[in-house]
């Protein structure tokens, strides 16, 4: 209300438009009038988005320090053990598996 009575007061008293000579109008204080309604809505959608880049921000410091560790074993090393031959085959058996948020569903059976 007080942007209305405002823009009226500005329209009566007939002041000019910054770098222009003419007057302000009663679409001039609309266009105003819902360029802060609706810039002050989008400023009211910024919180949910924060939440999830501080959750992608803390991501990728984690990813940044798996990456850059230093692993305790060298694999571009020549030695250490190695078999001399490697060969055969592996059976499973009363192996199971199943996720800890579906442990009904067996993924591994």
């Known amino acids: 209300a007080l ?3 405002f823009g009226g007061w500005l329209i009566v008293h007939e002041v ?4 222009s000579d003419t007057f302000l109008s009663g679409g001039d204080v609309l266009l105003t009038f819902f360029a802060i309604l609706i810039g002050c ?3 009211g959608q910024i919180p949910p988005n924060i939440l ?3 959750q992608g921000s803390s991501a990728a410091e984690r990813l940044t320090e ?3 560790r230093t692993p305790s074993i060298d694999v571009a090393s020549p030695g250490g053990l190695t078999p001399p031959d490697v060969g055969g085959d592996l059976e499973f058996r009363g192996v199971t598996f199943s996720y800890p948020s579906r442990p009904d569903a067996r993924v591994l059976n």
């Open 16 to 19: 000019r438009r910054s770098g």
């Open 41 to 43: 809505f989008m400023v």
């Open 66 to 68: 798996l990456i850059n």
């Open 52 to 54: 999830a880049i501080r």
């Open 3 to 5: 942007g209305f009575w």
